[in-house]
């Protein structure tokens, strides 16, 4: 069984602040981990993922996200957010055992302030 | 960049009535999947489909819904008689290969509204 839990449901930052959203998981098997990001009325767009090779990962925007296998940890972060980094963000587990089973985390609201 | 795309963007529909919501998985994809996302919860895994056949379902997928891939682009979730709490947010997605390291890539989603 896996399942992802993300700590919070709503962040706010100011603009040019560093961003952090957490993400904690739990998984039978070796996981891969995934954040999407959704926009208003758009689709869910790939962030970055994290499938065994460097724990830090680098992703789209500016985010990079840092697996920690004793914390079973996957936060997101980002130096400085920006304006348009107001969106949903989801933690995804990954895991195959003969089929890809993903399991998506609640979603977190990042509100950014100007 | 190739992209997923859904029609339509939102359907209103009586109870009772049947639905078919569309998608255009990303052409060289082999894996499909359809998820739904009901106001203020999380986004849910609905069915997997490859092969022209179902690999995986959830308990959610019960005998109202089916999907297709009628020709070699699309692939429809077709809901038979539609309830209120069927309303939600419908992601389709699709992916290149199985693994779990295969990323999905998702639609912009349809929006069904059952009253």
């Known amino acids: 069984a896996q399942s992802v839990t993300q700590l919070d449901s709503h962040v706010s930052v100011s603009e040019g602040t560093p961003v952090l959203l957490r993400c904690n998981y739990s998984?039978?098997?070796?996981?891969?981990l995934f954040w999407y990001v959704q926009h208003p009325n758009k689709g869910l767009q790939l962030l970055l993922k994290y499938t065994s090779a460097a724990t830090l990962v680098k992703g789209i925007n500016g985010f990079e996200a840092e697996f920690k296998k004793s914390e079973t940890s996957f936060h997101l972060t980002k130096p400085s957010a920006h304006m348009s980094d107001a969106a949903e963000y989801f933690c995804v587990v990954s895991v195959s055992g003969g089929y890809q089973k993903v399991t998506f985390g609640t979603g977190t609201k990042l509100q950014v302030i100007p | 960049e190739p992209e997923v795309t859904q029609t339509p963007s939102h359907q209103v529909t009586q109870m009772g009535q049947e639905v078919i919501l569309r998608c255009v998985p990303i052409?060289?994809?082999?894996?499909f999947y359809w998820y739904r996302q009901i106001l203020g919860q999380k986004v849910e895994f609905l069915v997997s489909?490859?092969?022209?056949?179902?690999?995986?379902k959830s308990e959610i997928f019960d005998d109202q819904f089916s999907v297709e891939r009628p020709d070699g682009s699309n692939f429809t979730l077709k809901i038979r008689s539609t309830k209120l709490e069927d309303s939600a947010m419908y992601f389709c997605?699709?992916?290149?290969?199985?693994?779990?390291?295969?990323?999905?890539?998702f639609g912009p989603g349809t929006r069904l509204t059952v009253t």
């Open positions: 489909f490859y092969n022209n056949e179902i690999s995986e």
């Open positions: 998984s039978s098997y070796s996981p891969s």
């Open positions: 997605a699709s992916s290149e290969a199985w693994g779990r390291q295969d990323e999905q890539y």
């Open positions: 052409s060289n994809h082999l894996y």
